[in-house]
């Protein structure tokens, strides 16, 4: 299928929530849009916004999607922060399974139970996923010790300039293809279960992503990405189409998403991945398509984010485990490289940030890093129609990437 562009769809895998690397950090949803797994510090997600991450395989679809993050107050929050099994489930053949692996699997049943929300409705999707309605205020945003009693706060005003004509037409979340809603007041929030918590290496470390860094030499994270730096930010907007791309191990993913940070790459730096923001309030809300304000992270949560940031990027992210011993095969993007344009190689278009103001920019001093270019690699352009852009992605291993 061509790499066409549509209003209106979803993000791949990986959440688009990060926050400071110290602490993790979940967004208040306010909107019935679903996202399988919310990370922190990079978080992740089987079928979420602003990032392709997937630990199966899919067939290549590409879906255009437009995201904004804005800071301003307290609003509908960001993708749903995961929720979970209801915990009860009993573990099967205790006498079959090594003592050490029964520990293992009551820890998670326990974790399990912990994080357990009471859903109003619950609904069974299709593809085997179970969707609970909780409460908007009993989200697991709200476990946050700075934020518990809490409720979600009205939308923000959006930046000026911002009349996008792309409308979210249609949805692609399987489980309401039976006609079932959730009900006022409340949000989908997919339901964790016992198997997605072992694709962790630890109950500790689910939902959590390693530090982010922008130069990922020797950690395993490699990226075509664009960025702006040099001023103040309050905001990003762009429009992107995204793929299904191959991930080669439950440990490696594979996102398209953008970056707000501010802080120093090292002990302490603050990032959210996808959104705009509205000075007036300090808050980082997230909106999909034109006017779905999903959520938002609240600013007084982080350090550097409260006021602006100081970078932007927008682009791909893979993780490189070397698992056979060569360079991984998991794809960026749709898999094509840049060079090889529409309807083929991934992209984003349309990139604008936000200023102190509030008003919808075009970018200006870009830059652009590939730190594994015969691997991955990133090509920019400029248009009437599509504005600022460029392509980017790539195989993985190939004859230049051994």
């Known amino acids: 299928m061509k790499g066409d562009s549509f209003p209106g769809t979803k993000i791949w895998n990986k959440p688009c929530c990060v926050a400071n690397t110290t602490r993790q950090l979940q967004c208040i949803q306010t909107q019935p849009f679903l996202s399988k797994q919310t990370t922190t510090t990079a978080q992740k997600h ?12 899919f067939s290549m679809i590409p879906i255009f999607v437009a995201f904004l993050v804005v800071a301003s107050s307290l ?20 006498t079959l399974r090594p003592a050490k692996e029964i520990q293992k699997l009551r820890r998670i049943n326990a974790y399990l139970k912990k994080i357990s929300k009471p859903a109003v409705k619950t609904i069974q999707s299709p593809d085997g996923d179970v969707i609970d309605c909780v409460l908007s205020h009993l989200q697991p945003a709200f476990d946050h010790p700075e934020l518990r009693g809490q409720k979600p706060l009205d939308p923000p ?15 692609f979340q399987l489980w309401t293809d039976s006609g079932e809603s959730c009900p006022q007041g409340t949000v989908p929030i997919r339901r964790t279960t016992e198997k997605d918590i072992l694709r962790a290496s630890s109950v500790r470390r689910y939902g959590r992503r ?63 991945e996808a959104g705009w923001q509205d000075p007036k309030h300090g808050h980082w809300w997230l909106e999909f398509g034109s006017g779905l304000l999903v959520g938002y992270w609240p600013a007084f949560l982080f350090s550097h984010l409260r006021n602006h940031a100081n970078m932007i990027q927008f682009g791909g992210e893979i993780v490189n485990t070397r698992s056979s011993g060569f360079h991984t095969s998991t794809q960026m993007g749709s898999g094509h490289f840049a060079e090889e344009g529409f309807g083929k190689a991934a992209y984003f278009r349309n990139m604008q940030t936000v200023d102190w103001d509030n008003n919808l920019l075009p970018l200006t001093n870009l830059r652009l890093l590939a730190d594994h270019s015969n691997c991955y690699d990133i090509r920019q352009g400029r248009n009437n129609v599509w504005g600022t852009y460029f ?8 004859v230049r990437c051994p």
């Open 46 to 57: 089987s079928t979420n916004m602003a990032s392709s991450v997937s630990h199966n395989t």
């Open 75 to 94: 609003g509908p929050v960001l993708s749903s922060p995961l929720v979970s099994d209801s915990g009860h489930r009993k573990l099967a053949n205790h």
């Open 157 to 171: 005003e959006r930046p000026k300039g911002h009349n996008s004509t792309e409308a979210v037409s249609e949805s």
């Open 210 to 272: 390693r530090r982010v860094r922008r130069d990922s030499t020797g950690n395993g994270h490699e990226h075509a990405v664009l960025f702006v730096n040099g001023d103040q930010y309050y905001g990003a907007k762009a429009s992107l189409n995204v793929w299904a791309p191959r991930v080669t191990n439950e440990y490696e993913f594979s996102l398209s998403q953008i970056w707000v940070i501010s802080g120093s790459f090292g002990n302490d730096l603050n990032t959210i």
């Open 391 to 398: 392509y980017y992605g790539g195989p993985g291993r190939n």
